[in-house]
């Protein structure tokens, strides 16, 4: 009886421990940046700005919130192909609406001064 008692007592603690580090998990990558009040004001996303930019097939770019939308703009490496692009425009866009739930997001790609992919996700 007393093998029993510690054997349930140690597994009672093991998923307490699991419980509470999967409870406090955060899902999204990064904290979400609030929309100012005024809805005109554009407010930049600088960690997501940062990430997008950091990619090897990104030139430039640019994550903010605008009029309560998430807008991302992308501006690709000539020498990426366009399929490579739009994979990666649907990526950031897909991973920008795990983050801002409650927002449409309108994520843009540009490659070679031509916008070659525009997706919304309401």
């Given amino acids: ?6 054997k349930l007592f140690a ?3 093991v998923l307490t421990v699991v ?15 609030k929309p100012d009040k005024d809805p005109k ?3 930049q996303d600088k960690n997501y700005t940062k990430d997008l930019t950091k990619d ?14 998430v807008v991302c703009v992308m501006i690709i490496k000539d020498d990426v192909k366009e399929a490579d692009a ?7 866009a897909k991973e920008l609406k795990k983050s801002y739930k409650d927002m449409p997001v ?4 540009v490659l070679k001064g031509k916008n070659i992919g525009n997706v919304v996700l309401k």
Avoid at 1 to 6: C, E, H
Avoid at 56 to 69: E, P, S
């Fill in 56 to 69: 090897k097939k990104v030139k430039d770019g640019q994550v903010y919130i605008q009029n309560n939308t």
């Fill in 1 to 6: 009886m007393k093998n029993f008692l510690k």
């Fill in 86 to 92: 739009k994979e990666l425009l649907n990526k950031y």
């Fill in 11 to 13: 597994l009672m603690i």
């Fill in 41 to 43: 004001k554009i407010v």
């Fill in 106 to 109: 309108n994520a843009q790609a």
């Fill in 19 to 33: 419980l509470s580090l999967v409870a406090c998990g955060n899902s999204s990558k990064h904290e979400t940046v």
